[in-house]
């Protein structure tokens, strides 16, 4: 059974930085793409980052330069360092991973998200 379980939220000032965690147990960043989303009220979720298997990572062109990325010396936890971050940062952060090694196919499981407030 796959379970992702999102951390590190919290509310920052802009230009300030926090670190989201995802504990993963069913599957592992060292087997399977893995990957962050966000969702903010009344827009459509939008792919952060991901990294598949191999190490290969990939960000959206929002966050390129400011968000890391990384999985953690143990396999099952992935982390996002943000950076410089800005109030359109604001959202709900989703953790999510695909059953196979490679970041194509779409995400087949999802945490409950951790909640980012960045304010002016």
């Known amino acids: 059974q796959v379970q992702l379980v999102e951390s590190g939220g919290g509310s920052v000032q802009a230009g300030g930085s926090l670190t989201l965690s995802c504990a993963a147990s069913?599957?592992?960043?060292?087997?399977?793409?893995m990957g962050w989303f966000r969702q903010a009220p009344g827009e459509e979720r939008e792919e952060v980052a991901a990294?598949?298997?191999?190490?290969?990572?990939a960000y959206g062109d929002s966050v390129k330069g400011r968000f890391t990325i990384s999985q953690g010396n143990a396999a099952n936890v992935l982390y996002l360092e943000m950076h410089s971050l800005k109030p359109e940062d604001s959202a709900m952060y989703y953790c999510a991973a695909t059953s196979g090694p490679l970041c194509v196919g779409g995400m087949a499981y999802w945490g409950l998200g951790t909640q980012v407030t960045v304010s002016s």
């Open positions: 069913g599957v592992s960043a060292k087997r399977n793409c």
């Open positions: 990294i598949d298997s191999n190490g290969n990572s």
